[in-house]
């Protein structure tokens, strides 16, 4: 074999080991669950293989499966505006301050290396019965009696914007550092005052970044399982709760597997359209 | 006036951030039996059942040992991939890198539905076994996308000059690409390390009955009530997976001293 062929086998050599471990523990079983989806759960033993729409059916139809679809992505829709909203400020501000950079930006990836579980569980202390909330209005003496201001809807996305927020202002900070300051300064001198300057310069050019981490955010909440159990009510439950019901609960897995293809593919399309559009190198960016 | 109102604003949204985790270590640290407010004094008791309650200490050991089982495949499997992709020129680059990252696209309760049922389906069941598979799957885009970074700013030309002077292909590898690596190699390895050790939902899926992991215990006590020794727990959890990444980032940067380079 000559050089020139080793040299063009070695990159393959070295990528066998993560190709064949994607291709066999996700490519494969995401392809083996869309042939399960079509069979049918029976009451005793083996479920049947063949070709059943009934999983389909009562996962397309199902009102109770569409309600929660629905107000899965209406709580993650909320809650990416809301890291937006409280995210594009604080971003803007690491980006342009000029000596303690570092410092919020480390205080920024922290969150990541805090535990989600206990993130979240976190606002049980801040907001439950005997939380901190409710003992300093007591204290106060603004209520006498202490209130439940927790599971419910507000509290499971309150939980999704802490757990999520970082992703939102790395994301947008990194396209946001990316811009020259000059061009801000070529907008004022040519007259614009600093908040057109901003409108029409800086915001359009951060738009990347900011849809980055809105699709980050959005993919993450719409698929998450443990915020709406630990903070959110009986009513309160969201797709990935169903998924697991249904493969854990009911052990009726051909159903669970044409459930988890539905929100597979509704979050598929959202991820074509943002790739479409501006390509998965900027989601790299703010991940790496 | 507009920067000070961004700074005041930046100032409440990391407030919002870092607050409730305040709240529980300054919990942890409460004389209260209820562990709630108001406070009555400061005491170490509720570590001391922590570390006497036999279910957590388990825990604990389940949850390094898979940590650090998933961390050792996962970056063995990343670097030897970054090298492939940043240092070749391959066909379908963008889409293999696609493909690399797929974990991290789809959603995790698909992803841990859909390898549950496969493996299932081939006669192995919930194990051990399929939750180290489940956690190197989706650690692996994670150590890719970090190697990759570090390994774009470790310039070629050094490995090209051990070349030109005589060393053989395996000896400039292991002289001069792999200690150059080897932060990159760090970073991967604590990042898969670190969200190996964090993963609930995935784990919750996969975990045979009886092996429990840190966050799935600290998951079946909060469906009973927040007690004080979570509280604590979270202590413990926050001091090792933010001490370790700092850690971790001095040994790094430590080694890239030495080498010089």
Redo the contacts between chains.
């Keep these: 074999m000559s050089i020139e062929q080793r040299e063009a086998r070695?990159?393959?050599i070295?990528?066998t080991?993560?190709?064949t471990?994607?291709t066999l523990?996700?490519?494969?079983?995401?392809m083996?669950?869309v042939v399960?989806s079509f069979w049918l759960k029976s009451a005793v033993g083996a479920d049947t293989p063949g070709f059943f729409l009934d999983n389909w059916q009562e996962a397309l139809t199902d009102r109770f499966y569409r309600d929660i679809l629905l107000n899965t992505l209406k709580i993650s829709a909320i809650t990416t505006i809301a890291c937006a909203a409280?995210?594009y400020?604080?971003a803007?501000?690491?980006a342009r301050s000029k000596g303690n950079k570092v410092v919020?930006l480390v205080?920024l990836m922290?969150?990541f290396?805090?535990?989600?579980?206990?993130?979240t569980?976190?606002?049980?202390?801040?907001l439950?019965v005997?939380?901190?909330l409710n003992?300093a209005l007591m204290?106060i003496g603004i209520i006498n009696q202490p209130i439940q201001m927790l599971y419910n809807e507000t509290t499971v996305i309150l939980g999704l914007v802490?757990f999520l927020?970082?992703f939102m202002?790395l994301n947008i900070f990194v396209s946001l550092d990316g811009i020259d300051t000059n061009l801000e300064d070529a907008a004022s001198s040519l007259g614009a005052t600093?908040?057109q300057g901003f409108l029409q310069v800086t915001l359009p050019l951060s738009l990347p970044g900011l849809a980055a981490g809105g699709l980050l955010c959005f993919?993450l909440s719409?698929?998450?399982?443990?915020t709406p159990?630990?903070l959110g009510g009986p009513r309160d439950a969201m797709f990935?709760n169903l998924?697991?019901e249904a493969?854990?609960g009911q052990l009726d897995?051909p159903l669970?597997?044409a459930l988890?293809?539905l929100?597979?593919m509704v979050?598929g399309v959202l991820?074509l359209i943002y790739n479409r559009y501006l390509g998965?190198a900027q989601l790299?960016k703010g991940?790496? | 006036m507009g920067w000070r109102l961004i700074r005041i604003y930046t100032i409440l949204v990391y407030l919002f951030m870092f607050l409730p985790i305040a709240v529980v270590v300054l919990l942890s640290f409460n004389a209260n039996q209820f562990g709630s407010f108001p406070m009555t004094g400061l005491s170490t008791r509720w570590f001391e059942v922590l570390w006497n309650n036999d279910a957590i200490m388990r825990a604990f050991r389940t949850s390094i040992v898979l940590g650090l089982m998933t961390a050792a495949i996962s970056t063995v499997l990343g670097v030897l991939a970054s090298l492939a992709l940043v240092r070749y020129r391959i066909p379908g680059r963008n889409l293999i890198t696609t493909l690399l990252i797929a974990p991290i696209l789809v959603p995790e309760v698909v992803l841990a539905v859909s390898l549950l049922l496969f493996l299932n389906f081939l006669n192995f069941g919930k194990s051990f076994t399929l939750l180290l598979a489940g956690h190197v799957i989706f650690t692996l885009p994670f150590v890719i996308l970090v190697v990759q970074a570090r390994l774009v700013s470790i310039k070629r030309d050094v490995e090209e000059a051990a070349l030109s002077l005589g060393a053989s292909p395996r000896q400039t590898f292991f002289a001069i690409t792999l200690p150059l690596l080897m932060p990159a190699v760090a970073a991967g390895g604590l990042f898969a390390f670190t969200i190996s050790f964090d993963d609930i939902t995935g784990t919750l899926f996969w975990k045979p009955g009886g092996i429990e992991t840190v966050p799935t215990q600290i998951f079946s006590m909060l469906r009973n009530s927040i007690s004080p020794e979570i509280n604590a727990l979270g202590t413990v959890m926050i001091v090792l997976t933010v001490g370790l990444p700092l850690i971790g980032a001095a040994i790094a940067r430590k080694l890239a001293t030495r080498s010089g380079l």
């Design positions: 070695q990159p393959w070295l990528l080991p993560a190709l471990a994607v523990l996700l490519i494969v079983p995401l083996f669950i399960y409280l995210g400020p604080a803007y501000f690491i919020l205080l922290l969150p290396w805090i535990s989600y579980i206990i993130r569980m976190s606002w049980i202390n801040i439950g005997s939380g901190a003992s204290w802490h927020l970082p202002v600093r908040w993919v719409a698929g998450t399982y443990i159990v630990i990935a998924v697991y493969i854990i897995w669970g597997s988890s293809l929100l597979l979050l991820v998965m790299a991940l790496g």
